[in-house]
């Protein structure tokens, strides 16, 4: 907290906003999924790239902000493995954006000593791509912050998929096939994000009610925020109002709220008079 009260004004709406965030009760581990750029462009009658561009500015103000806040990880989806059907020229452009993203803010990340990595089927990314991914992760790697994950030709069913498959080869590479026995822990280890907590918080922009295919496993228990903003509009004083909402909710994992009596136990009898008061 100490360090985004460093770079916000008082009395403005984002210093307003933070003064009411609970620094004890923040996230360790945020998910967004980035959408409405489309939207945005077309609402201003520009081509789509230009929402991807704009979209740009709200990945700086998002990491920036959750690495000054200490949030432990931030996933963002950026490219999903059905993004291969959109127009060539569009994919194209997408991997030139991530190209300009590295190139751009890798000194600031690794200033504020965030470390970066990738997740999905990142063999499969342009020979081009990969290796200025892969420089990216290198450069990073000896940072102790926020671990800021990017999606790349990411899908929940292909990385589970893949989570299943590299067990069933461990198995069959030790011998062990035959009594090969799976469980959730066994699969957890293998997911691409094995080492980090499940997000405590999933962000979708642009309103659209829908998971999309991503961290299917880790948000089994998230706390889900849509929001109607779409991705470029996306900055500080949003994500601020998302984490005030999520500190609002009482998270109880499948559990009882400490306030809720057991099942079984006592609760006070309700007089009469009073049944007949609220009628």
């Known amino acids: 907290m100490m360090r985004l009260e460093e770079v916000l004004k008082p009395g403005d709406q984002d210093w307003k906003l933070a003064q009411q965030l609970d620094p004890g009760r923040l996230p360790r581990h945020i998910a967004i999924i980035m959408d409405g750029n489309g939207r945005w462009a077309r609402s201003r009658s520009l081509p789509r790239v230009a929402g991807h561009q704009a979209g740009m500015e709200s990945v700086r103000a998002v990491v920036e902000t959750c690495a000054r806040l200490d949030i432990g ?8 493995v059905e993004n ?3 127009p060539r020229a569009e994919v194209e452009m997408l991997w030139h954006l991530l190209s300009v993203y590295l190139k751009r803010e890798l000194a ?7 470390q970066l990595s990738a997740m999905g089927r990142i063999e499969e990314l342009p020979a081009r791509v990969r290796r200025e991914v892969e420089s990216a992760v290198r450069a990073t790697a000896r940072n102790s912050g926020m671990r800021l994950n990017v999606a790349l030709n990411y ?3 292909t990385e589970l998929a893949d989570a299943v498959n ?3 080869e461990e198995a069959r590479a030790n011998g062990s096939l035959a009594s090969l026995k799976v469980d959730e822990d066994r699969i957890a280890a293998r997911l691409y994000t094995a080492g980090l907590p499940d997000p405590d918080l999933l962000i979708r922009t642009s309103g659209e009610m829908r998971i999309s295919n991503f961290l299917l496993w880790q948000i089994a228990y998230s706390e889900l925020y849509v929001t109607d903003t779409l991705w470029p509009d996306f ?4 994500l601020l109002e998302a984490l005030l909402d999520y500190q609002k909710r ?3 994992f499948g559990g009882l709220s400490p306030a809720t009596p057991p099942a079984g136990a006592e609760e006070p ?10 009628r």
Request: charged residues 25%.
């Open 73 to 80: 990880a931030l996933t963002l989806y950026a490219f999903s």
């Open 84 to 86: 291969w059907k959109r």
């Open 155 to 157: 899908g929940g069913r």
């Open 235 to 238: 900055r500080r004083a949003d």
């Open 108 to 114: 600031t990340i690794v200033d504020q000593n965030i």
């Open 166 to 168: 590299a067990i069933i």
């Open 250 to 252: 009482d998270r109880r």
């Open 269 to 278: 009898a309700v007089p009469v008079e009073a049944l007949g008061s609220a």
